[in-house]
């Protein structure tokens, strides 16, 4: 996708993580993918410096309680989700009334 500047997001597993980076895979997203399978990746990526930069991404899940834990594999973009996936909803709705409205007092 290089050659058409288009980028495509692939998650992968585990067992794909080496196949993207060969097929030149810029940013892994390891979405859902345990502790000791990140770090796998992140040594497989360390240890093919033929391999252009990639940059594999943790999942947008992370809580920022784990963010220190998942940061010291090594990896190297941490998307923390928690900031909207748990974010209290906000209800947009007007609700509107026709005739008199009581005031309040």
């Known amino acids: 996708m290089a050659r058409t500047g288009q980028t495509v997001e692939v998650d992968v597993e585990m067992r794909e993580a080496a196949e993207a980076?060969?097929?030149g895979a810029r940013w892994p997203l390891l979405d859902n993918m345990p502790?000791?399978?990140?770090e796998q990746?992140?040594?497989i990526r360390a240890g093919r410096p033929d391999v252009p930069r990639k940059l594999p991404e943790a999942p947008s899940t992370v809580r920022l309680d784990r963010a220190h834990t998942?940061?010291?594999t090594g990896i190297a973009l941490i998307p923390v989700?928690?900031?909207t996936h748990?974010?209290?909803?906000l209800d947009p709705t007007m609700l509107l009334t026709t005739g008199p409205v009581p005031?309040?007092?």
């Open 21 to 23: 980076l060969d097929a």
């Open 35 to 38: 502790l000791a399978g990140i």
């Open 41 to 43: 990746v992140v040594r």
């Open 70 to 72: 998942i940061a010291e």
């Open 81 to 83: 989700g928690a900031s």
């Open 86 to 89: 748990s974010a209290p909803a």
């Open 103 to 105: 005031c309040p007092r």
